[in-house]
């Protein structure tokens, strides 16, 4: 497939010769990853990385890849996925930087592979195609390395998912493998090639809601994207169905088509069925809630029938899966069963997952809901074994003494699937339902929790975790008894309570609490089984079955098991990505293992399952793969003892094949005894003896026999022949093949062609082989021989060594001469080594050098007389005379000489002129020594006594002793040259080396003392004279003294330096804890600590802490790993000397938990290095270095910054590339945090880790000036700035990465955007002449870009000065002429140069605060509006009030002047009263006795489309019918009729069709504008009630925070109480236009007789009293709706100002409050002097008072609180003397409009967008079905123009529906919408409007600001309103079916909420006044005559007036 971005082709004939020169080279290649390394276990195998498939190109790699890998797996190729996604390209890299790094620190091995995460998925990183020829290389490297062997196991194939797998399954008849991942589905080749691929997420959803299939279901709560993770994966083949199930939509689960799972096999629910949650809950609806299931088939009568046990973790309400939530809704999911069969019948899907045993309870195995919290169940896995099913799970809750029960559960349920059930009902799922615990270990060593679970007839084996410890241990039960206990439980409880069993009392569908007797003498089979429903159940044994421990070892994760030829094998998965395989011997002893490494870091899945159709392979999953593995690699084996001897039960030895391998793989496995397996043993292994066993080179024999040996297959008929290697082959010839012994003859071959005996050896071992049909079945050797070569090779012992030869010679005495044929010999023949001519041995002693001797040798078996020389090896030769009567021989004058202290001469015996030696068989040697032959002194010459050499000290040499005259025995006294060391522990033990001279003759006559202690010698250790060592003697005190050294017979010596006893002290360690890894630098710090010569520093007494420095007051060491059972406190000493550690030495140090590195920002560099890269993750504390490699790269050193942050300069790399970075943490490689906690587990050595980080290198940034210019001009004294751009660049620099240097000066950079950056100087430049460079440094990156030349600063000044001049010049003149012309002028224009600058300064000021609040507010704001509590959300009822009774609902509201309070502990409540529609109708006493009944006909008559239609039409005609009567009416039919939306629909269009008809023909345009009649109240009220749901889940949050933030915004400045207007605002005619300067204060407020915590509240010293009191109600009542707050009028505050002052009541009037022109000033926080911090107290009035009404009502001309409210007229009446505030022009204020704007700014675009989208999960229906009405309309009546249409549809959604709710948001919350708030929507509503409007807005500087504040946004938002209808215009349309059922929908949530009949009687009143109208009305229309309506509304007056007669008249 072409890639976009390929940048090379590969032609067609390339490719197809490539793919040819593959099948070529597939032998090779098997070969090559066939080779395994040695037996026995793991080892470490070096990497064959992907980076070839890297440099292919991406087109044709994909192409070559999956046929190169299916030659590899013996398939067709298939076709790759055509996008790698890029977390696989991200892995690609990854692994291949691993993989470089396990290359380089494994040992080579051809066979060590690394294989990608997916073959046909190629890196990004490919640029440019090789060569053919290089591609062809590439390829053949990237072939060894799609299969990764070790040991005894080999992955074949694998499978990557981008994302994170959940389960897999296996298709035996397709051979098929379906993946379920989070978000997809993958159906894989049984080759785990790509098939097909099936999204399943992320889709919207909610905990809170019911799956969407679920009709009329619908939800309140929001939905949001949830992934999707894969619950179940279960096949049914008969079927042909896949079950998938998923974590969304409540566990939904559905069947797809296992041929492609693309597609859905059967559509569920389907249409028009009866559907019920219980269909579809059926999976957890969580990621982390476990569930298992199994497809089973029941047979039913004839037919068989499927069904699906699943087992899920309750994930309801009160679980802790559950959203945290007060809900009442929540209780609906409170009805999920742990357990249920479940239907599972394709061909009749209304009952898919039904429970088919009814009633359904009785197929479903649920816990009480009070029993849930004690039962949290977690399943393990559900398989079927025989006719039961398992349930293996863990139970988490913690019971009480009757819940009490194991944590790991292993419960058995009777499937009857393949008897009929013999009842006549069918079994209930808790009848057969029994459960037991199972305990693997015992004691102290118990692992408690279940991890996986394989059934292996007759054992199940199960991996267990202990709780909180990664320990696993592997137990093996068996089922026998497991039965056995069933039937035992069964007969106890039938027979009564009993202690060992009992009722599940916890069950809905129990039978009872307690076991109960019943008087059953004898259980059936059958009800011993599966139980009886007459018998308690579910039952529950209260003892676990127990196991003993089979294996342990860390982070077990999932088990398989097979019998193989009778032998036990387990294959076990681990947390850490590696699989085992273990042989088991006949007592479950493991007799061998072996690992292999599959994925690092991802834990194996605990289910693991067989190739169903070749049991050899295994599939499993890890986190993101799945891998099809080979269970066996007997190949690697290449002798039968290996083979045999591995202990792996798979693999034995084909004999007539010559190889290892599997019993299927040997084509002669059937023949007996031609495949020879572990059981029969080594000793089987086919063997060969020859008859003779060696051959002498000379003999004539032509054959030879051969004797084969163990298992080997009758030879009968074969074709044999014996292979000598050499190329020659003879025919073997059979004389006996019976039983196991095998004898022929094999001919040799001539002796011309037999293999030459090697120059000096005597013979050659010559390899046989058997081979059967060519192929060589057993091998063996003999050997050819040459007995004369014997003689020759050994010349001086040539006898001996002849006739000592494993095979047979001679020796010819005659002929002196070795040879095989005794009858050729001449002369006598010798045939025992004893009998050989030799020289005895005998020792000499030592000689002196020169001197001459006789030597006598004795001889044996030497002929007497014969002529002999005796020859010393140094070239003399002196003759041998006969001894008479002696064998001995005597060599005369013998002289030997050397120069040396001692040399060896060996004496050997030679026959006079020939070069025959006697026989030596013991060396004779002569030792020659010369006393002056080396350094000497007197004492070494006399020490030579030892050796026997006679040597004296005499004229100061050493000399032959009878050349010493006199000779004096006498030496000089000892001379102590050094002594190491020179200082010890009192305790001795130090070993003490002296070096001198004369230092004695031997050990015995030598003594040290140190002072008077004692020194014993160390006799191993003395060197005569001139060294000695010693072992110090204890002291009693520290003292300080010289060596002394006595030397018998010669005196004593002194050493010149002194030795100190000393007592070494420990003060100090630092640091005093660190990693459990070890590596910690330790510092010991003391005195005296460098004594004695042996300085240990020990770790808990076993390990060394290794000495890296040593001095007398510090030791450092690097401390030891931990050990596992001393990894916390571990007792640090300084042991001495090898004595034991004493208690002033010792210290402690603490082991804690490794550092972990959890991540690394930012995770690219530039080229150059050295950007700092932040380490974050946990414990860096404890780290002392740190060192960051980037594989590949380089290293560089961290700074630790933090116990939580370190900082590494990344090291700098030759070109762009993705790279790995690892990291050493004292010097210990970090490996992730799986061993971080411990440290001390760890398992198989991996070449690769999880402490991997990817890593990127791009290209360095590019800098440059602004216009590129290389040079620039700069005047010392002048401020320079410099605009620095950026070039393009994927770094994601910060600022502080940035420094820009001008020469030697930094520059102050500020930035404008990523891209641009300024560089300012303010000061004066340190060079000021000459170019100073511009460089730009970015880590290591410095680049100059520009050069700054300085000079020019005389001409500058020069021409400065002279302009200067020359405008003062000019500015004198023209002063001069201004003051002369008028003195008047210029104080005017002084004084009006004076405001003008200080306006400027204001207006400059208040922008400055408007810009920097601007920038601030945002952020503020988001801090403050995290609100605690929900959004107050009206109910729906008093929405609709609200919304149909606007002005009814004010009215009413205003009139509850006196609110009712309840006492409640969190503060009174205001109690909010109740709408008169929302209350029960009951008929006044006063009511006629008929009116029940007649408004009950009125209300038939309404449901009557023909009257209802007349009847409006017939009010509406009537002109004192008033607009407020028409939409009261229109709202009251709406309430009225509210239970059947649909036909109110109906009549709603009926009426517009009748307005549409009216407007066409004046102005079409117009329609809907206003509300002016009935049918138009009646479309608003339509319309609220339909999108009332999308208006509180999609719009209701963002409106809200909108309305918050006008809030926040507007209290955060000043506000006028009288006025209303404040310093914060939207609409400009309420801005307050003063400077008023406003402080903000916190104040502590207490509720006093409430209990409530006081809390402090913001206010400003501006506000008001009732101000305040207003915003301390807000922060008590902040978490209720605004109906149930206190008004700040009926309550009273109180301030305590402290010290000894008494509090005060706080009024807005009171006898403090000051007058100000003319007005009373409102008292405010700064009037009372109210500081930061004070104290106050809130208090409930008794009763309210009437004296003072609310702010805003008072009288401006009486009272004032900021500013009067002016007019014109008035200002300019006041006088100058008044006139005390500055004065400024008003509209500079304006400016607060922008800040204000922009802080809402994104709240405002959030609602419009919240407005005007359309949400996939929930479509405007009720939008889309009347735009669809509406433009059918206008198509009908010929209106073309897209404008009119454009208005209609604005008018009736955005202008009738949406500006309503934007400027009246209290009828959708309960909130207080003030006057302020109120006039700020208006403003936004103004905005939403013309943003529908079709007109262009013709603004400019006279219009309205409120318009052109939003005047930049408005085409934007016109834009969004466009779009909008031209997607609800593409939505499909909507059918009237549908809208009627959305329609019923909406009427049955909210039935029996409204008074309907209070409605029908209103709208009998507008009957009754416009009685005649309507009768006429009626009697004019056709069919309401035929119908007789008229009648019928006649007969309805008369009853509601009781004139029963004139109803009687009338009927």
């Known amino acids: ?245 998923g974590s969304v939509h409540q566990g939904f689960c559905e069947l797809r088509s296992l041929e492609n799972v693309t597609r859905v096999a059967v559509s569920f629910p389907p249409q028009d069925a009866a559907v019920f949650p219980s269909m579809l809950n059926v999976a957890a609806n969580h990621a982390n809630a476990s569930t298992a299931g199994l497809v089973f088939r029941v047979r039913g009568g004839h037919r068989v029938s499927a069904r699906l046990l699943v087992a899920a973790t309750y994930t309801g309400a009160g679980s802790d899966f559950f959203p945290r939530n007060l809900s009442r809704e929540d209780l609906r999911f409170e009805n999920t069963p742990e357990i249920a069969i479940r239907a599972l019948d394709a061909s009749d899907p209304t009952r898919l997952f039904t429970y088919d045993i009814n009633p359904s309870e009785d197929n479903v195995l649920k816990i009480k809901q009070e029993a849930k919290a004690r039962n949290k169940l977690s399943f393990v896995r559900a398989f079927a074994e025989n006719t039961y099913a398992y349930v293996a799970m863990n139970r988490d809750g913690a019971g009480g003494a ?67 410890s990664r320990r696993t241990a592997l137990c093996a039960f068996r089922f026998a008894d497991v039965e056995k206990r069933i039937h035992e439980a069964r007969r106890n409880c039938s027979s009564g309570p ?75 998965g681990t947390s850490n990505g590696w699989l085992r395989k273990l042989s088991l011997l006949g007592n479950f002893s493991v007799a061998n293992q072996w690992s292999l490494r599959l994925a690092a870091g991802e834990s194996v899945h605990h289910v693991m399952t067989f190739d169903p159709n070749d049991r050899n392979y295994l599939y499993l999953m890890t986190t993101h793969h799945i891998f099809r593995v080979q269970v066996a690699v007997c190949d690697q084996y290449t002798s039968c003892s290996d083979c045999l001897s591995a202990s792996d039960a798979y693999c034995g030895w084909c004999t007539l094949e010559s190889r290892c391998s599997i019993q299927e793989e040997c084509s002669t496995g059937g023949v007996a005894r031609s495949w020879i397996s572990i059981r029969e043993g080594p000793q089987q292994c086919p063997s060969m003896t020859f008859t003779p066993a060696e051959l002498s080179r000379t003999a004539n024999i032509t054959n030879v026999g051969i004797l084969v040996d163990g298992s080997v297959p009758d030879l009968d008929g074969l074709d044999l022949e014996c292979d000598y290697g050499v190329g020659i082959a ?37 390899p046989v082989a058997i081979k059967v049909n060519g192929t060589s079945v057993v091998s063996g050797n003999f050997i050819i021989y040459d007995c004369e070569r014997t003689g020759e ?28 044929d005794k009858d050729k010999a001449q002369g006598l023949v010798l045939e025992n080594a004893a009998d050989c001519p030799s020289v005895l041995h005998q020792e000499f002693p030592p000689w002196p050098t020169g001197i001459t ?106 000399r032959p002793r009878d050349q010493c005259q006199p000779i004096r025995a006498h030496c000089p006294d000892p001379t102590v040259h050094k002594v190491r060391p020179l200082s010890g522990p009192l305790r001795g033990g130090t070993l003490l080396t002296v070096q001198g001279r004369n230092l004695g003759r031997k050990a015995e006559d030598v003594e040290v003392y140190i002072g008077d202690v004692p020194c014993n010698l160390v006799p191993e250790s003395y060197t005569v004279s001139v060294e000695l060592v010693c072992e110090t003697g204890a ?63 020990k770790v808990n007494g076993t390990q060394d802490c290794g000495i890296d420095k040593l001095s007398d007051d510090i030791i450092e060491c690097w401390m030891p790993p931990a050990v596992p059972d001393h990894a916390e406190d571990v007792s640090v000493c300084v042991e001495y000397d090898g004595k034991p550690c004493e208690s002033h030495l010792s210290s402690t140090f603490s082991y804690k938990n490794n550092p972990t590195i959890s991540d690394i920002k930012p995770k690219k560099s530039y080229l150059s290095g050295g950007r700092l890269i932040s380490v974050t993750g946990q414990s860096f504390d404890l780290v002392q270095k740190a060192k960051m490699e980037v594989l590949g790269v380089g290293e560089s050193n961290c700074r630790i910054q933090s116990p939580n942050l370190l900082e590494c300069p990344s090291p700098a790399a030759s070109q762009s590339q993705q790279v790995t970075a690892q990291f050493y943490l004292n010097g210990i490689l970090f490996r992730g945090e799986s061993h971080a906690s411990t440290g001390l587990d760890l398992e198989e050595e991996e070449g690769t880790h999880a402490g991997l980080f990817l890593f990127e290198y791009v290209e360095d940034p590019q800098f440059y000036t602004a216009s590129k210019e290389k040079l620039i001009k700069h005047h010392p004294g002048e401020p320079l700035l410099l605009v620095i751009n950026k070039g393009p660049s994927q770094l994601d620099l910060t600022e502080e990465e940035y420094s820009v240097m001008i020469g030697s000066d930094l520059c102050d950079i500020t930035f404008n955007n990523e891209q641009m950056i300024y560089c300012t100087i303010n000061r004066t430049l340190s060079s000021r002449t000459g170019e100073l460079p511009v460089t730009v440094r970015v880590g290591n990156f410095h680049k100059q870009i520009a050069v700054v030349q300085m000079g020019g600063s005389e001409l500058a000044i020069i021409v400065t000065v002279a302009v200067c001049c020359v405008l003062l010049l000019l500015c004198t003149v023209a002063l001069v002429v201004y003051c002369t012309k008028s003195r008047r002028a210029e104080r005017y224009w002084q004084k009006t140069l004076l405001q003008m600058e200080e306006m400027e300064s204001q207006i400059r000021e208040e922008i400055r605060k408007g810009f920097a609040e601007l920038q601030t507010d945002m952020t503020d704001l988001t801090k403050e509006l995290n609100r605690s509590q929900g959004i107050p959300f009206l109910e729906y009822k008093q929405f609709v009030t609200r919304t149909f009774f606007p002005k009814m609902c004010s009215d009413y509201e205003r009139s509850l002047v006196q609110p009712v309070y309840e006492n409640d502990p969190q503060g009174p409540r205001a109690l909010p009263e109740t709408h008169p529609l929302l209350q029960d109708w009951q008929p006044s006493n006063t009511a006629r006795p008929n009116m029940e009944e007649g408004i009950t006909l009125f209300s038939t008559l309404l449901n009557n489309k023909h009257f209802l239609i007349t009847f409006v039409h017939a009010l509406e ?47 079409p345009k117009l329609m809907l504008r206003r509300t002016e009649s009935v049918v138009e109240k009646m479309l608003t009220n339509w319309m609220s009630i339909c999108m009332y749901s999308y208006l509180k889940e999609t719009v209701g949050e963002p409106f809200f925070l909108l309305l918050c933030a006008i809030k926040q915004q507007i209290n955060k400045g000043s506000i006028d109480a009288i006025t209303g207007k404040a310093r914060y605002t939207l609409n400009e005619e309420w801005l307050l236009r003063e400077n008023i300067e406003a402080k903000p204060l916190n104040i502590n407020v207490s509720f006093q007789g409430f209990g409530m915590d006081s809390v402090s509240v913001r206010v400003m010293n501006t506000d008001t009293i009732c101000q305040v009191k207003e915003k301390i109600l807000e922060a008590f009542y902040k978490n209720l709706p605004f109906s149930q707050w206190p008004r700040e009028e009926d309550v009273d505050l109180e301030w305590f100002p402290g010290g000894g002052c008494s509090s005060r009541i706080l009024q807005d009037l009171d006898n403090t409050s000051v007058m100000e022109d003319g007005r009373k000033k409102l008292n405010t926080v700064f009037h009372y002097k109210i500081p930061e911090g004070a104290s106050l107290a809130m208090s409930m009035k008794d009763k309210r008072e009437n004296t003072l009404g609310r702010a805003k009502d008072l009288d401006t001309e009486k009272y004032v609180h900021l500013v009067p409210l002016h007019d014109e007229l008035a200002e300019t009446k006041k006088s100058h003397r008044h006139s005390h505030r500055k004065k400024v022009l008003p509209e500079i204020y304006l400016t607060r409009l922008l800040s204000t704007k922009g802080t809402l700014q994104k709240f405002l675009d959030d609602l419009f967008q919240a407005i005007l989208s359309i949400p996939l999960e929930r479509p405007p229906l009720a939008v889309k079905y009347f735009f669809d009405f509406l433009e059918e309309q206008a198509d009908k009546r010929g209106i073309t123009d897209p404008d009119t249409l454009h208005i209609w549809k604005t008018n009736s959604l955005p202008l009738r529906f949406w500006v309503n709710i934007l400027k009246n948001p209290q009828f959708v919350f309960d909130i207080d919408k003030t006057d302020h708030m109120d006039a700020c929507l208006s403003v936004i509503a103004q905005a939403f409007i013309d943003a529908c409007s079709i007109s262009d807005l013709q603004l400019g500087k006279d219009s309205p600001t409120n318009k052109l504040l939003y005047a930049k946004e408005i085409p934007e938002y016109k834009k969004r309103v466009q779009c909008y209808y031209k997607q609800i215009q593409e939505m499909a349309p909507l059918s009237e079916q549908e809208m009627n059922a959305h329609l019923a929908e909406e009427s049955r949530k909210y039935r029996n909420e409204f008074n309907t009949n209070l409605a029908l009687t209103e709208i009998y009143k507008y009957a009754k006044r416009y009685r005649t109208q309507v009768v006429n009305a009626l009697d004019s229309n056709p069919t309401a005559r035929r119908t007789q309506l008229q009648h019928k509304f006649e007969q309805v007056i008369a009853l509601v007036e009781d004139n029963i007669y004139e109803c009687c008249s009338e009927a």
């Open 1 to 245: 497939m072409h890639h976009p971005n390929n940048t090379c082709s590969v032609g067609v004939l390339e490719v197809v010769l490539v793919i040819r020169l593959i099948g070529g080279l597939k032998q090779h290649v098997l070969a090559l990853t066939g080779h395994a390394g040695g037996r026995g276990g793991p080892s470490r195998r070096s990497a064959l990385p992907l980076l070839s498939l890297a440099l292919l190109c991406k087109g044709s790699a994909r192409l070559l890849l999956p046929s190169f890998r299916s030659e590899l797996s013996g398939r067709k190729p298939t076709a790759s996925f055509s996008s790698p996604p890029a977390r696989t390209r991200r892995e690609l890299t990854s692994l291949d930087a691993r993989a470089r790094a396990e290359e380089r620190a494994a040992q080579a091995s051809s066979d060590g592979i690394i294989m990608s995460r997916t073959a046909a998925r190629v890196p990004r990183a490919a640029v440019a195609c090789p060569s053919l020829p290089a591609a062809l290389l590439l390829l053949l490297l990237a072939a060894a390395s799609l299969t990764r062997a070790a040991g005894a196991l080999r992955v074949r194939q694998a499978f990557s998912s981008p994302s994170e797998t959940n389960n897999f399954a296996v298709d035996a008849t397709s051979r098929r493998v379906y993946v379920g991942a989070v978000n997809a589905l993958y159906q894989l080749s049984g080759a785990l090639a790509p098939e097909a691929e099936q999204r399943t997420g992320p889709v919207s959803d909610s905990a809170l809601c019911h799956a969407p299939q679920l009709p009329h279901a619908p939800c309140e709560h929001a939905r949001a994207l949830a992934d999707n993770h894969n619950k179940l994966l279960a096949l049914d083949g008969a079927q042909g169905v896949l079950v998938a199930c």
């Open 402 to 468: 009757k819940e009490s029960e194991p944590n790991s559960v292993l419960a058995r349920i009777c499937l009857d699937a393949e008897v009929p059930s013999k009842t006549a009902e069918a079994r209930k799922l808790t009848e057969s339902y029994v459960q037991m615990g199972l305990q693997c270990g015992a004691g102290g060593n118990v692992y408690g929790r279940l991890v996986s679970v394989f059934a292996a007839e007759p054992y199940l084996f199960a991996v267990f975790a202990r709780a909180g």
């Open 498 to 572: 009993n202690g060992d069993v009992r009722v599940l009392d916890s069950v809905i569908q129990g039978s009872g609490a307690e076991c109960e007797a019943k008087g059953v003498r004898h259980l059936q089979p059958e009800q011993l089984n599966c139980g009886a429903a007459h018998l308690q159940h579910p039952l529950a044994l209260q003892k676990p079955l127990r196991a003993t421990p089979l294996y342990e070892a860390p982070g077990l994760s999932s088990v398989a098991v097979e019998d193989v030829h009778n032998h036990t094998v387990v294959f076990l």
């Open 730 to 766: 003879t025919v073997a010839t059979v004389h006996l093949d019976d039983g196991t012994a095998k004898i022929q003859t094999c001919p040799l071959p001539p002796a011309s062609k037999r293999p030459e005996i090697p120059f000096g050896k005597d013979h050659i071992v010559v």
């Open 793 to 820: 090779i050994h010349r001086k012992t040539a006898c001996t060594s002849c006739l000592s030869t494993k095979w047979r010679c001679y020796w010819d005495q005659q002929q002196n001469s070795c040879v095989s």
């Open 853 to 958: 001797q006789d030597v006598t040798l004795r001889l044996s078996n030497v002929e007497q007389d014969t002529q002999l020389n005796c020859d010393f090896g140094n070239g003399q030769s002196y003759k041998a005379h006969w001894l008479d009567g002696q064998s001995a021989v005597k060599c005369s004058g013998v002289t030997l000489s050397t120069t040396q202290r001692s040399e060896l001469f060996y004496l050997t015996l030679k026959k006079s002129g020939e070069e025959k030696y006697i026989d030596s068989p013991r060396p004779v040697t002569v030792e020659v020594y010369s006393c002056s032959g080396g350094d000497s002194d007197c004492s070494q010459c006399w020490g030579r006594e030892q050796q026997e050499h006679l040597c004296a000290w005499c004229e100061n040499s050493c």
């Open 1035 to 1097: 002291s009693p005190k520290p003292l300080k003294n010289k060596v002394e050294v006595r030397v018998r017979e010669n005196g004593m010596g002194h050493s010149t330096e002194a030795f100190s006893y000393v007592d070494p002290r420990l003060d100090n360690l630092i640091p005093k804890e660190g990693p459990i890894a070890g590596g910690t630098r330790l510092t010991i710090m003391g005195t005296s600590l460098e004594a004695g010569s042996a300085v240990k520093v």
């Open 1517 to 1563: 005609q009537q002109k004192d019918f008033a607009v407020r009567d028409r939409c009261n009416l229109a709202s009251l039919l709406t309430i009225a009729l509210h239970g059947k939306l649909e036909y109110y629909t109906s009549i709603m269009k009926e009426l517009l069709v009748d307005l549409i008809d009216a407007s066409a023909s004046k102005n």
